[in-house]
């Protein structure tokens, strides 16, 4: 009997818990807050509201569960123990925790909501900033998996390309951990055989290489591949040694050809291998190639370390590319 009751009463709880922070979630859109995920999940936890690019977490108290002060509740002893582990943990992690709680989002349902807005946007440039510095310094670094390995690594990103590229079909290919917009010749991997396949070749259903916790290699399903809106430039990264990196939704994608500095298209990549060994006699065919893609940023070749994090272009690509979903399908020219 008295069981029952309380798992009732908490069931009531959590409902109210969810009702509780969605109505938060909703003042927050209100408002114009954008680039925070509901339930993102972080190490071992999952956060009620998350910026994971300025790394702010926002978590939404009942006042009876988590304890207050002011209300006189002491809390339930598992969730607030489970609730310190947490905050320490994203705080080592470098996150910003704010805890809003019941009863101030029943007096003001915008409780600190401009606060936040400010504390992001300031993290936010905070970021870019270590991002550019990072790029000018040759210490970028992105993920990238190494042909004979299960595991991803951090490798040094040599440059970030754009391309002239309104003559190529754009294709969107969603997948289990999100989705990511190529040209049609752009290619991901299969996980059978980390074989290159092109973005236009691949089915719903098939495997492609990816990795759930930014580690580890593993088969990511394929659920939809569908043509979009073509678009005047696209971005890339060049990434030796692996020649792949990790886009921001977990997904392995295959970088441009670069040779000092000249960006190829990867439907000239046969001319790699004769540029390299040629390179003095190729140049100013090269240099004509340049004319369709330019490099945007040069780095240093030799990185002295890396700066911790998954993708490069994010922040300051373009104003409003934040939640983790959309980072690469909202991305404004998607991935060459
Ligand atoms: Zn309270």
């Not at 680039?35 to 071992?44: R, T």
Request: include cysteine.
């Amino acid at each position: 009997m008295k069981i029952s009751a309380s798992v009732a009463r908490a069931r009531k709880c959590l409902k109210k818990t969810g009702k509780l922070h969605l109505g938060y979630k909703k003042k927050m859109k209100d408002v114009g807050l954008r680039g925070f995920v509901s339930e993102f999940l972080y190490g071992y936890y999952s956060i009620d509201e998350a910026d994971p690019f300025a790394k702010v977490a926002i978590e939404i108290d009942a006042c009876y569960w988590h304890g207050c002060e002011s209300c006189g509740f002491v809390g339930d002893k598992r969730i607030v123990t489970i609730q310190k582990r947490k905050d320490t943990y994203l705080r080592n992690h470098g996150w910003l925790v704010l805890h809003i709680k019941e009863h101030e989002i029943k007096r003001d349902p915008y409780f600190r909501i401009e606060q936040i807005r400010e504390l992001q946007a300031q993290r936010r440039e905070l970021h870019a900033e270590k991002i550019r510095s990072a790029m000018l310094k040759g210490t970028l670094c992105v993920k990238g998996l190494r042909s004979e390995s299960d595991n991803m690594e951090w490798f040094p990103v040599a440059d970030i390309l754009r391309h002239r590229t309104p003559h190529k079909k754009m294709y969107r290919v969603t997948t289990e951990l999100g989705s990511v917009v190529t040209t049609e010749d752009h290619s991901l991997f299969l996980f059978e055989g980390n074989r290159e396949v092109r973005a236009k070749d691949l089915h719903s259903g098939d495997l492609i290489v990816g990795s759930f916790d930014g580690h580890e290699r593993t088969p990511v399903v394929v659920q939809k591949v569908e043509e979009t809106i073509q678009e005047e430039y696209t971005y890339d990264l060049s990434v030796p040694g692996p020649q792949n990196f990790m886009l921001h939704t977990g997904i392995l994608a295959h970088n441009s050809y670069s040779i000092s500095g000249v960006s190829l298209d990867i439907e000239k990549s046969s001319k790699y291998e004769s540029m390299k060994n040629n390179f003095i006699q190729e140049y100013d065919k090269a240099k004509e190639e340049d004319k369709r893609s330019i490099k945007i940023v040069k780095g240093l070749k030799q990185p002295r370390y890396g700066i911790g994090i998954s993708s490069a272009l994010g922040p300051y690509s373009r104003p409003g590319v934040q939640s983790r979903r959309n980072y690469v399908s909202g991305f404004r020219g998607g991935w060459a």
